[in-house]
């Protein structure tokens, strides 16, 4: 069985990069039944918060997608210490007692790159058994073959076959002197424990395979399958960042402007991937179906936003175009709950207020437009817009409007119909173009001078409220 793990750091809020590989290691194991681990890799005691952990569950929580089992790895280190030890047992790791920190290998050294402390690589064992029984710290490194120097290969589901030589590879830091895993020792132990078979990741990890692949064999676990993907960079080309480019890149952000979790999930699978058919709106169903890494494109995606907008153009059409096709039963509760988050709440029965959500939702683009734009359904204090003001102050307006009112509340019937005839009676009487009544009772009742079809909106608004706008004004 397929087993693909997602494993963010809890060091900041949830990434849209780190949201798009989750979506695609779910759609992968959905689409072959497997087994969708979540693992917070939380080591690193230095940066981690829980402030952002419980972002990344919010993060996830909105998506919608589920896990079926999940993990802390910081709740797993004896795991990880052993076979760190089990590795330094069998002489394919040492102890390195000149640790100015356990990550040496990512600083520069001289004039080449740091492959290694000769001195500890050639400590004796009952030396370095002996100093690490004296208390001296020390870091436990991982013995990179270098004599013979042989080549590592695999081949990248989406980048192809990658190859790299041993002796160009340093002496990685497994445990550090405080007694803590490094990312190396951590993600490995437990991939194995775990029975991953797929790793699905960023790019920007492509390069720790090798060093990753060469724990996997040392151990004689199986060496899962690996697929790395594409950046997400910004409009200027650089990669998107936490620190530089603040909420544009938070999921979080997309939540909070009102975009359906399915039409955001829909855009961040096209950030980097196709279904080679020019679709661009698909179904969370149409998604799974359809995803495979072979439709993972190579290059970096552009996720576009300026310094005054962060959301995406293309983003926020898909979501224009969910919100519009998305089945009303399953869009009125999301509607409804968006509302009560911003202190507004449904007008009339379940019924009712679906059919008022399916009627406004095709001029609106996200949900915030039903608590600002759409308002007027949900509530009784409204702003009224300037143009549609100058259609209410048309001279003889306001009379005709009480007089509309007087008629509808005399009339059993309040349908689109009937309305529109009673409507249309009362201006031929008074010799007024229909036009001015039609303009003129859209402003009263949604403060707007454009909206969905004119007798729609008395029907949306609801008879009582109808008459008592059309007498207020």
């Known amino acids: 069985m397929i087993r693909a793990r997602f494993a963010p750091s809890p060091t900041g809020y949830l990434h849209i990069g780190s949201a798009r590989t989750f979506i695609f290691n779910w759609l992968y194991v959905r689409k072959h039944k497997g087994t969708m681990v979540l693992r917070i890799d939380d080591t690193d005691v230095d940066r981690n918060s829980e402030a952002s952990l419980q972002s990344i569950y919010e993060g996830l ?23 760190a030890f089990n590795l330094l047992e069998r002489g394919l790791a040492y102890r390195d007692f000149k640790p100015a920190a356990a990550d040496l290998e990512e600083k520069g050294h001289g004039d080449g790159p740091w492959l290694c402390n000769p001195e500890m690589r050639a400590l004796s064992r009952e030396e370095s058994d002996r100093r690490a029984a004296g208390g001296e710290p020390f870091v436990i490194r991982f013995r990179v073959e270098r004599d013979p120097a042989y080549e590592i290969n695999f081949v990248d589901q989406v980048y192809g076959p990658q190859s790299k030589l041993t002796a160009d590879i340093e002496d990685f830091a497994l445990l550090r002197s405080n007694g803590m895993p490094t990312y190396h020792l951590a993600s490995c132990a437990d991939d194995i424990d775990l029975n991953i078979t797929h790793v699905i990741r960023g790019q920007d990890h492509l390069t720790n395979t090798f060093k990753h692949i060469l724990i996997f064999k040392a151990t004689g676990a199986h060496v ?78 552009v996720v576009n936003f300026s ?52 009627t406004i939702r095709t001029r609106y683009a996200t949900l915030l437009d ?8 949900f509530a009784d204090d409204f ?32 349908t689109e119909a009937s309305v529109e005839a009673t409507l249309r009676k009362l201006a031929e009487e008074h010799g007024v173009k229909a036009g001015v009544l039609i303009n003129a009772s859209r402003a009263a009742l949604t403060g707007q001078s454009v909206g969905p079809s004119a007798f729609a909106v008395f029907v949306c608004i609801g008879r009582e409220r109808t008459i008592n706008r059309l007498r207020r004004v």
């Open 61 to 83: 929580h909105w998506l919608n997608l589920g896990w079926d089992e999940c993990y802390r790895q910081s709740e797993r280190l004896d795991l990880h210490r052993k076979l």
């Open 224 to 301: 899962p399958h690996f697929a790395h993907l594409p950046l997400l960079i910004a409009p200027d080309g650089a990669k998107l960042s936490k620190r530089k480019h603040g909420p544009v890149v938070s999921v979080t952000t997309y939540r909070d402007q009102g975009f359906l979790a399915a039409a955001y999930i829909n855009f961040l699978c096209l950030l980097g991937w196709s279904p080679k058919d020019n679709r661009e709106q698909m179904t969370l169903y149409e998604l799974t179906t359809a995803f495979s890494l072979e439709g993972v494109h190579r290059s970096n995606a």
């Open 307 to 358: 310094d005054t907008d962060p959301i995406d153009p293309k983003a926020l059409w898909l979501n224009s175009q969910h919100l519009r096709t998305m089945p009303i039963e399953s869009l009125a509760p999301v509607v409804a709950q968006w509302l009560k988050d911003n202190g507004l709440s449904r007008y009339g029965d379940e019924a009712f207020f679906a059919h008022v959500v399916d």
């Open 370 to 377: 039903f608590s600002t734009k759409g308002r007027a359904y």
């Open 383 to 414: 702003e009224i817009e300037p143009q549609a003001l100058e259609k209410l102050n048309v001279p003889g307006a306001r009379e005709l409007l009480h007089e509309l009112a007087d008629r509808l509340e005399a009339q059993n019937e309040f």
